[in-house]
């Protein structure tokens, strides 16, 4: 695998009032890889997301985001739409955020927003019809039909996203999200609620699009299983600071991951407090 | 409701059912035991004289409790909304005559004026519904498609109108030269008002836009110098027929086409100026939903963080269908300028954009038809009870709530895909957001 750095985290640190909720982060995502973040409840890693993809601004740290072609972006001084637009940082959300009441088709199509902008002569042209528009209309539905089959939710392309089960709901805000061609896709939790069956098809499906569409992926994730199974990299964040990073193997046998998770016998808390302290 | 679950036939409570009726008797008492019960009369010495209705009173707390029984009995029997107790056959030739309705409507709406040829008051009245409708149209792309609630759409309406009064009369331009610089000019104000205040959301954006509305019309009412203040602007030059007025001169229209000369002509032609404003505003409407713009505004509507995730810039988007709307209230405007010939801030007020509002959520959020039909049957409904004007606000507020119970998402509130892969469909209303319900943060 390729091993060309993507994102580049370096000495974030995210402070909310009082709360120092991520403190002097750094880790890099790899090209092609899927880099995992993970830790407990309350450790930082929807903050860190927040960061990422413009929702907060860190207040202390620079994250750099390098595509392929060597364009390069300092992701704290994007707003979020340029974030998504142009460093092409695509994300999705703990809470699936769909647009309900609009049909599959017109989310997928919500996603080529400011592709299809473009191709109407920024509505202009559109208004009066437009050969070009119509042709970037067409082509842009059959990318929609293309990630729906992925999903298998072709049949219910006309149908209003709030009406599809919870795991289809998961899945179309994914290649929603894949619409809007990423180099780097964040997943915020992706697994949630699924059953096991579900989250094994949601693996082999990040894979496959991980490897066809040559993107980076980096998730959020409660599920060990899914984790250790999917991950090329996993980074453990616990109270916002880094405790972990390194292979799915290495992560696993890590003293200090181990404690975070499960906690430790009373006798063992003062020399794990010391050496996570340091 | 917990008795939705139960089978449909079943004993009658009438205990239950008496204590509502009883509880609906006791709170009419309290609301008319000042307002009907007690009257004051100037006295012979002008004084006020205290006299008392309790006959009345009793009266209407008596058919209160009656209707409240009534109601409470038949509830418990249909144990379901009216709108499960429409038999299905009518639903489904209401669904199956609903395609038609649109054309039939537009229809009816081009032949009026050779129907009501003669009759003046019904020509008058169809220019007004046309000017709300077309107003409805408008508004619905700022509320019904990108869910930004706006209480103060009459300054839009007041900007177009004070624009055209102004240019025409200043420099003497022609009714199409005004008519789009009012739209433009009412646009220009969405977007200098759109900035700052676009940021807000729900009940905030709701307000700013409501005290702006009342700035225009300050500011309109105090700028003596320039818009005559409460005096309004008067003498605002009519509209021509392709620079043929519309008088009995020798080159007036009628001269001119040979006919004898009448002043409906010029009642017609107005007619159809406002009916083709309200298509245009339609058709755009209409072409603008499948586009970017009109998909990004809805998805707007439905989750602001999401199309931010989605590289769409929330701020440009806003300000386009805000300005679009003020576009469109701006012509609006011009067209009720050049109808009048005198324009005063009353014209303006709280209660113009009351009304569009109610016109628009009335006709279903997002729906042309709904609007249109709103329009005629809320003004048309205005005039029919103006010789019983003092029970008009009653009807109309009864007429509100009996739709918020019954059709909360207003008379046409399915909406339809802006795109389809394959079959015809349409959302129902449960699940689409509107501007009342806010973007969950």
């Known amino acids: 695998m390729s091993a060309d750095i993507v994102l580049t985290v370096e000495h974030v640190a995210m402070r909310f009032g009082g709360l120092l909720a991520v403190n002097d982060l750094s880790f890099v995502a790899r090209e092609r890889e899927i880099t995992a973040l993970i830790g407990p409840n309350g450790a930082g890693k929807t903050t860190v997301f927040n960061c ?128 809007t061609d990423p180099v780097l896709l964040c997943l915020d939790e992706p697994a949630a609620g699924l059953n096991n069956r579900e989250s094994a098809e949601l693996n082999a499906f990040l894979h496959a699009i991980r490897d066809e569409h040559a993107i980076s992926i980096l998730l959020i994730e409660h599920d060990m299983g899914v984790v250790m199974e999917i991950s090329d990299h996993i980074v453990v964040l616990d109270y916002g600071e880094k405790i972990a990073d390194g292979a799915p193997q290495q992560v696993r046998n890590d003293a200090k991951v181990i404690a975070a998770y499960l906690g430790v016998a009373d006798e063992e808390v003062e020399s794990v407090e010391a050496e996570v302290a340091r | 409701m917990a008795r939705e679950g139960k089978p449909i036939a079943r004993r009658i409570d009438l205990i239950a059912a008496l204590k509502e009726a009883a509880l609906a008797a006791l709170v009419a008492f309290g609301l008319f035991v000042l307002l009907i019960g007690f009257r004051t009369d100037p006295g012979p010495t ?31 029997q249909a144990a379901a909304p009216i709108e499960r107790m429409v038999p299905a056959s009518l639903k489904a030739a209401l669904s199956r005559a609903a395609p038609y309705a649109t054309a039939a409507f537009v229809g009816f709406a081009l032949i009026v004026p050779i129907i009501f040829y003669d009759n003046r008051y019904l020509l008058d009245l169809g220019i007004v519904i046309a000017t709300y409708a077309m107003l409805g149209f408008g508004l619905n792309i700022v509320v019904g498609l990108a869910g930004l609630l706006n209480l103060g759409y009459a300054a839009f309406y007041a900007i177009g109108a004070y624009s055209y009064a102004l240019i025409a009369l200043t420099f003497g331009l022609s009714f199409w030269i005004c008519l789009p610089l009012g739209g433009v000019l009412a646009a220009l104000t969405g977007i200098i008002l759109g900035f700052p205040v676009l940021r807000l959301r729900g009940d905030y954006l709701a307000i700013v836009t409501l005290g702006f509305g009342e700035i225009i019309r300050l500011i309109l009412l105090n700028w003596q110098t320039l818009t005559g ?79 931010r995730a989605l590289g769409i810039n929330t701020t440009m988007t806003k300000l386009t ?35 569009v509002l109610a016109i628009v959520v009335l006709g279903g959020m997002g729906s042309q038809l709904g609007v249109a039909v709103a329009a005629a049957v809320m003004l048309g409904g205005f005039e029919f009870f103006r010789e019983f004007e003092q029970y008009r606000m009653l009807v109309f507020g009864a007429a509100m709530v009996a739709i918020v119970i019954y059709r909360p998402r207003g008379l046409v509130a399915t909406r339809k895909p802006s795109v389809l892969l394959r079959a015809r469909k349409i959302v129902p209303a449960a699940i689409v957001q509107d501007a009342r319900s806010g973007s969950p943060a």
């Open chain 2, 46 to 76: 002008g004084a006020l004289v205290l006299s008392t209705r309790f006959g009345a009173l009793a009266a209407i707390v008596a058919a209160v409790f009656l209707l409240a029984l009534l109601r409470a009995l038949v509830w418990q």
């Open chain 1, 52 to 179: 990422i993809t413009g929702f907060y601004k860190p207040t202390v740290g620079r994250l750099q985001l390098v595509h392929r072609g060597g364009a390069s972006f300092l992701l704290e001084r994007l707003p979020e739409f340029r974030i998504a637009r142009e460093a092409r940082v695509a994300r999705t959300f703990q809470n699936v955020r769909l647009f309900a009441g609009m049909t599959l088709l017109e989310n997928l199509l919500v996603a080529q927003h400011n592709a299809l902008m473009v191709a109407s002569g920024f509505t202009v042209l559109g208004l009066f019809g437009s050969r070009a528009y119509d042709r970037a209309e067409a082509a842009a539905i059959d990318k929609a039909r293309y990630w729906l089959d992925r999903v298998g939710l072709a049949e219910r392309a006309d149908d209003p996203a709030g009406a599809l089960p919870y795991g289809a709901q998961r899945r179309l805000e994914i290649v929603r999200a894949m619409c």
């Open chain 2, 321 to 355: 269908a805000f300005a679009i709307g003020a576009m469109f209230g701006g012509f609006a405007g011009a067209f009720f300028a050049t109808r009048q010939g005198f324009i005063s801030p009353e014209s303006f007020t709280f209660g113009e954009s009351a009304l």
């Open chain 2, 229 to 307: 203040g409460p005096n309004g602007i008067s003498g605002i030059p009519r509209p021509s027929f392709f620079g043929l007025p519309f008088n009995s001169a020798d080159n007036g229209f009628a001269a001119t086409f040979g006919l004898p000369y009448s002043p409906t002509h010029r009642v017609v032609f107005l007619y159809y100026v406002i009916l083709a404003l309200a298509l245009i505003t339609v058709w755009v409407t209409l072409r603008l939903r499948r586009l970017p713009i009109g998909r990004a505004w809805e998805a707007l509507r439905e989750d602001e963080i999401a199309c």
